[in-house]
């Protein structure tokens, strides 16, 4: 009789101790699980959330109308010297030389506040650096890209990409030219 009770308690821990392994298991897998999906959540949000800023901001993901930046949310940040360049005359060999003025506006709300502080920042402690690459930016083009309307937007939205990959923004909203003169020898 003694050994029955030993084998039905022998049985009962065999019992016992089988589940407990098999709950540990299913609790780790389901933690795992819990922590995958969390953090699969939290990226795509997180890549919505950049491409829906993005989106708003106009920076790659789609081209925003200027007119849609209110102008109280606009700093402009100048260069302290005007563009001087020099195109050739494929035909004649001729010179065009224009002169520009060139700044650029930033976003700057509560949203875009630091954004615009490292900016302005940056773009005071390294404008040389900045405006070097802007002159080679020019110095791709032609004295005929000054010359047409479309072709002057396009040469701003590729300075103001420039900006927002050189200062490492997408606050840059737009580039303005003032002052542009020409002249032919």
Do not use: C, Q, W
């Amino acid at each position: 009789m003694a050994d029955k009770k030993e084998a039905a308690k022998d049985k009962k821990e065999k019992k016992d101790k089988k589940p407990l392994p098999l709950l540990s298991i299913v609790t780790v897998v389901l933690v795992v699980v819990t922590l995958g999906i969390s953090v699969f959540s939290l990226l795509t949000v997180k890549n919505v959330a950049t491409t829906l800023d993005l989106m708003y901001r106009g920076v790659e993901v789609e081209e925003k109308e200027m007119g849609e930046v209110p102008l109280d949310e606009i700093e402009i940040i100048k260069f302290k010297d005007k563009f001087i360049l020099s195109y050739p005359d494929p035909e004649d060999g001729s010179m065009y030389n224009i002169v520009v003025e060139v700044s650029f506006g930033v976003r700057n709300n509560d949203d875009y506040a630091d954004e615009y502080a490292k900016i302005k920042a940056a773009f005071e402690n390294k404008e040389d650096i900045v405006r070097d690459g802007m002159e080679s930016k020019f110095k791709e083009k032609s004295y005929t890209d000054f010359g047409d309307n479309e072709k002057i937007l396009a040469l701003k939205e590729e300075l103001k990409e420039y900006l927002n990959l050189r200062l490492g923004s997408t606050a840059v909203v737009d580039v303005y030219f003032n002052n542009m003169l020409s002249s032919h020898r």
